[in-house]
């Protein structure tokens, strides 16, 4: 079993940068998938950002490119989410997700992810 444990979020203004954190215990998570979901209220979890067991290969949602950066640290079992340029829509509950019958990338639906985090509030006021 795997336990996921966010930190990081927080309130801040628009255009400025939070570093989201995700470790994981229980269980090495190196040979595994790994990122970043979010939910605003009143709708489903999205998918933002993926990174490859090896860090080789990254995705982003279009609505992230160029603003946020994941990457990861497989000697601390951490994954880390670079948040740069936020706006409002940013705001949103975030969530790591790993999933142990993936190496390159996450399923981009969140039934697709088997391991979660309890999540992370995330604020951006205008």
């Known amino acids: 079993q795997v336990q996921l444990v966010e930190s990081g979020g927080g309130l801040v203004q628009a255009g400025g940068s939070l570093r989201l954190s995700c470790a994981a215990s229980?269980?090495?998570?190196?040979?595994?998938?790994m990122g970043w979901f979010r939910q605003a209220p009143g709708t489903e979890r999205e998918f933002v950002a993926s990174i490859s067991w090896s860090g080789s290969s990254i995705y982003y949602a279009d609505s992230v490119k160029g603003r946020f950066t994941i990457s990861r640290d497989n000697a601390k079992n951490t994954v880390y989410l670079q948040m740069n340029s936020l706006k409002p829509e940013d705001t949103a509950v975030y969530y790591c997700?790993?999933?142990?019958?993936?190496?390159?990338?996450?399923?981009?639906?969140?039934?697709?992810?088997?391991?979660w985090g309890q999540g992370t509030q995330v604020t951006v006021s205008s």
């Open positions: 229980g269980r090495t998570v190196s040979s595994y998938a």
């Open positions: 997700a790993a999933d142990p019958a993936r190496r390159l990338r996450l399923g981009v639906h969140a039934y697709e992810n088997d391991y």
